[in-house]
């Protein structure tokens, strides 16, 4: 297996579970909602998850009371993409497998 695609699968797993916490605290009043950012591997491989942060935009104001500033279009697009990518990574893994399988059934 790729360490770089493994890693960038744990990387889009910490994101995809951002995002599902977001989604599931929507309806919490006062929620901020958090983002991830993501840097390059160590030698420039892979990815790995440099931040999680909190959003400091204030929630609209209902009845005195804050509400979440949870965007859940942006966070379902985003985990759109999120499980595209996930779906890339997984199939560059399969096809690095079978190439090794090949090769080793012709070294057989």
Do not use: Y
Request: hydrophobic share 40%.
């Amino acid at each position: 297996m790729s360490d770089t695609n493994v890693s960038a699968l744990s990387a889009l797993s910490t994101v995809q579970e951002v995002s599902a916490n977001n989604i599931a605290n929507m309806n919490t009043d006062g929620f901020k909602a958090s983002s991830v950012v993501l840097e390059s591997g160590p030698g420039d491989q892979g990815v790995e998850v440099a931040a999680i942060r909190e959003s400091t935009t204030p929630g609209s104001v209902i009845d005195g009371a804050e509400t979440s500033n949870t965007d859940i279009g942006r966070e379902m697009v985003g985990m759109i993409t999120t499980g595209r990518a996930f779906e890339a990574n997984v199939a560059a893994i399969r096809v690095s497998e079978e190439m090794t399988g090949h090769l080793l059934n012709m070294i057989a």
